[in-house]
């Protein structure tokens, strides 16, 4: 436990000493809080305009508008997760191999497993770091909105971008693993999650066994659930089984480079 500690602190300090964390926090809350700004302004003039229709029509229309903007707003950020985490991930092993650093933690009396912990947290408390200033947004809206804000719902919906995220990072640190460049851990991360995003865009109206198959895969498709606020066992066993597997293979990376090293 106190080498997974050491090896934690040591990466949310170097994040924090570097401006990665800076930049990355900072621009993902500026284009969050600039889509939840316009979400909310469209869905809530759409509302208006119902409600008038409905007077004229003799009834009333009543959307329910906080559900809507969080449905969209979750879909959103979601997608700008899938643009920023490269750039969380694509040092976390690439620049430690460019530097010869990993070469010192494989030979500390420190584990695999417990460095490949540690840097998951790390990276994973970043994303957390991130992501809670956006219940800012919720907080504000559940003031003045009506009908009330369905607080499950929200409770929900964070909770499939938490393990999108979480995921998103366990797959990008094991492409840090095979490479000393951050430049190519970065692009090809992002290669993978775009492939991950679109996977199912041909197969959506399939209902072929191999349609099934492909729409399974695709990252975001399991968040759908979460948005409306449904909560899928089967969809936390995909995210899980994605960060699991990710992260064995970090395991296997670290390994064979200490074998190769003997």
Same mark, same amino acid.
Not at 160 to 183: D, N, P, R, Y
């Given at each position: 436990?106190?080498?997974?500690?050491?090896?934690?602190?040591?990466?949310?300090?170097?994040?924090?000493?570097?401006?990665?964390?800076?930049?990355?926090?900072?621009?993902?809350?500026?284009?969050?809080?600039?889509?939840?700004?316009?979400?909310?302004?469209?869905?809530?003039?759409?509302?208006?305009?119902?409600?008038?229709?409905?007077?004229?029509?003799?009834?009333?229309?009543?959307?329910?508008?906080?559900?809507?903007?969080?449905?969209?707003?979750?879909?959103?950020?979601?997608?700008?997760?899938?643009?920023?985490?490269?750039?969380?991930?694509?040092?976390?092993?690439?620049?430690?191999?460019?530097?010869?650093?990993?070469?010192?933690?494989?030979?500390?009396?420190? @584990?695999? #497993?417990?460095?490949? /912990?540690?840097?998951?947290?790390?990276? $994973?408390? %970043?994303?957390?770091?991130? +992501?809670?200033?956006?219940?800012?947004?919720?907080?504000?809206?559940?003031?003045?909105?009506?009908?009330?804000?369905?607080?499950?719902?929200?409770?929900?919906?964070?909770?499939?971008?938490?393990?999108?995220?979480?995921?998103?990072?366990?797959?990008?640190?094991?492409?840090?693993?095979?490479?000393?460049?951050?430049?190519?851990?970065?692009?090809?991360?992002?290669?993978?999650?775009?492939?991950?995003?679109?996977?199912?865009?041909?197969?959506?109206?399939?209902?072929?066994?191999?349609?099934?198959?492909?729409?399974?895969?695709?990252?975001?498709?399991?968040?759908?659930?979460?948005?409306?606020?449904?909560?899928?066992? @089967?969809? #936390?066993?995909?995210? /899980?089984?994605?960060?699991?597997?990710? $992260?064995? %293979?970090?395991?296997?990376? +670290?390994?064979?480079?200490?074998?190769?090293?003997?």
């Amino acid at each position: 436990m106190k080498g997974i500690l050491a090896v934690y602190r040591r990466e949310m300090g170097s994040y924090f000493v570097s401006p990665i964390a800076y930049v990355v926090v900072g621009l993902f809350l500026l284009i969050a809080g600039y889509f939840f700004y316009n979400i909310l302004a469209i869905i809530m003039e759409q509302s208006m305009m119902a409600q008038i229709q409905g007077m004229r029509g003799g009834g009333m229309q009543q959307i329910d508008v906080p559900g809507q903007v969080n449905r969209s707003f979750f879909d959103v950020i979601s997608t700008i997760v899938l643009f920023l985490i490269p750039m969380l991930t694509m040092g976390v092993y690439a620049e430690e191999r460019k530097r010869g650093t990993m070469e010192l933690l494989l030979t500390s009396p420190i @584990t695999e #497993i417990q460095i490949v /912990v540690a840097k998951y947290f790390a990276a $994973l408390t %970043l994303f957390v770091i991130m +992501l809670a200033p956006t219940l800012i947004y919720q907080v504000a809206m559940a003031r003045y909105s009506e009908p009330a804000v369905a607080w499950k719902m929200i409770w929900s919906g964070y909770l499939g971008v938490f393990l999108v995220g979480a995921a998103l990072i366990a797959i990008g640190t094991f492409i840090s693993s095979l490479t000393e460049s951050q430049i190519i851990a970065g692009v090809v991360t992002f290669g993978v999650f775009l492939l991950l995003w679109v996977v199912d865009i041909g197969v959506r109206q399939s209902t072929s066994t191999f349609g099934s198959i492909v729409q399974y895969l695709s990252i975001l498709h399991h968040l759908e659930d979460f948005s409306r606020g449904v909560i899928d066992t @089967t969809n #936390i066993v995909f995210y /899980v089984s994605a960060i699991l597997l990710s $992260l064995f %293979l970090t395991l296997r990376t +670290l390994d064979s480079m200490r074998w190769r090293r003997a």
